[in-house]
């Protein structure tokens, strides 16, 4: 339904109350990304990443998205690779 500043104050509630549940940072980093909020998601899913490299697969690649729209081709890459 696109509502996103609602979702991203649920998620935000989420990360609130339990900062090591990750699922919180991923959906505000989805959020920050479909709004262009490039940086704000890479900051989101950054912090995924160092809590759990398990994930690197998916959560890599949406970071690498927000890269390629900021131009970072370099980094982009770094996550691709």
């Given at each position: 339904?696109?509502?996103?500043?609602?979702s991203k104050r649920d998620?935000?509630t989420?990360?609130?109350l339990?900062?090591k549940?990750?699922s919180?940072?991923?959906?505000l980093?989805?959020?920050?990304r479909?709004e262009g909020e490039?940086?704000?998601?890479?900051?989101?899913?950054t912090i995924?990443?160092q809590?759990d490299?398990?994930?690197?697969e998916?959560?890599g690649?949406?970071?690498a998205?927000?890269?390629?729209?900021?131009?970072?081709?370099?980094l982009?890459?770094?996550d691709?690779?």
């Amino acid at each position: 339904m696109r509502q996103i500043e609602k979702s991203k104050r649920d998620f935000q509630t989420a990360v609130e109350l339990d900062p090591k549940k990750l699922s919180g940072y991923i959906g505000l980093g989805d959020c920050n990304r479909i709004e262009g909020e490039f940086l704000t998601a890479i900051q989101n899913y950054t912090i995924v990443l160092q809590q759990d490299a398990s994930v690197f697969e998916i959560i890599g690649l949406k970071r690498a998205i927000c890269y390629i729209e900021l131009k970072q081709y370099n980094l982009a890459e770094n996550d691709i690779n």
